[in-house]
């Protein structure tokens, strides 16, 4: 079974940045595709950044492109968001996601972390 640990979230100002990281265990890395997620409150989930599995096709939500970076590191089965430029609008619980399909947002997603807590203020 599938787990996932995310780790590095927090309060940080706008402008600063923070590293999220997600450790996988309980299958083969290398068969999934891996994302990010946010969700405010209020809000309706999105996916912010998508790994494919070698890490040669990646995502970005509009809302985060030129600020986020998705990376993976398959000999350490973790998959990484560094979050640069932070806006309070960045401010919701990420977590981490794993799909056996392709690197894209409608894909399907069966694993989920249980979420970290980002919090910009102004």
């Known amino acids: 079974q599938v787990q996932l640990v995310e780790s590095g979230g927090g309060l940080v100002q706008a402008g600063g940045s923070l590293r999220l990281s997600c450790a996988f265990s309980?299958?083969?890395?290398?068969?999934?595709?891996m994302g990010w997620s946010r969700q405010a409150p209020g809000k309706e989930r999105e996916f912010v950044a998508i790994?494919?599995?070698?890490?040669?096709?990646?995502y970005y939500a509009d809302s985060v492109k030129g600020r986020f970076t998705i990376s993976r590191d398959n000999a350490k089965n973790t998959v990484y968001l560094q979050m640069n430029s932070l806006k309070p609008e960045d401010t919701a619980v990420y977590s981490c996601?794993?799909?056996?399909?392709?690197?894209?947002?409608?894909?399907?997603?069966?694993?989920w972390g249980q979420g970290t807590q980002v919090t910009v203020s102004s």
């Open positions: 309980g299958s083969t890395f290398t068969r999934y595709a």
């Open positions: 996601a794993a799909s056996l399909g392709s690197p894209h947002p409608r894909a399907v997603y069966n694993d």
């Open positions: 790994i494919s599995w070698s890490g040669g096709s990646t």
